[in-house]
């Protein structure tokens, strides 16, 4: 691994993607493949640092992620700039915020 400075320690285009990198970790690599990886690994800084942060990653299980609800509000907010006429009932929570917006023409 090679010195850098605070400014280089980026992830850059010519470096692997975290899935990638997950993989190296787990040995799911044609061996072709671990040994680019470990060519990069010798000579970026970041890469390096990230092989043992994704070392601690476990896959979610199927079905466990679930995308957040959107806000109401901001569902309105959205289907009215992208021309959507109606707009899907949400089912109402108990504690909700509420934002108010007004257009003035002038």
Same mark, same amino acid.
């Given at each position: 691994?090679?010195?850098?400075?605070?400014?280089?320690?980026?992830?850059?285009?010519?470096?692997?993607?975290?899935?990638?990198? #997950?993989?190296?970790?787990?040995?799911?690599?044609?061996?072709?493949?671990?040994? #680019?990886?470990?060519?990069?690994?010798?000579?970026?800084?970041?890469?390096?640092?990230?092989?043992?942060?994704?070392?601690?990653?476990?896959?979610?299980?199927?079905?466990?992620?679930?995308?957040?609800?959107?806000?109401?509000? #901001?569902?309105?907010?959205?289907?009215?700039?992208?021309?959507?006429?109606?707009?899907?009932?949400?089912?109402?929570?108990?504690?909700?915020?509420?934002?108010?917006?007004?257009?003035?023409?002038?």
């Amino acid at each position: 691994m090679k010195t850098s400075s605070v400014d280089s320690f980026t992830k850059t285009i010519a470096c692997p993607s975290s899935n990638l990198l #997950l993989s190296f970790h787990l040995q799911g690599l044609s061996p072709e493949i671990m040994t #680019l990886v470990r060519h990069h690994l010798a000579a970026c800084d970041f890469c390096c640092a990230e092989v043992p942060l994704l070392a601690h990653y476990q896959r979610p299980l199927k079905g466990e992620c679930k995308p957040p609800d959107i806000p109401i509000n #901001l569902r309105i907010l959205a289907e009215s700039l992208l021309g959507k006429s109606a707009v899907r009932k949400v089912p109402k929570r108990k504690k909700s915020v509420k934002f108010g917006l007004s257009i003035t023409g002038s």
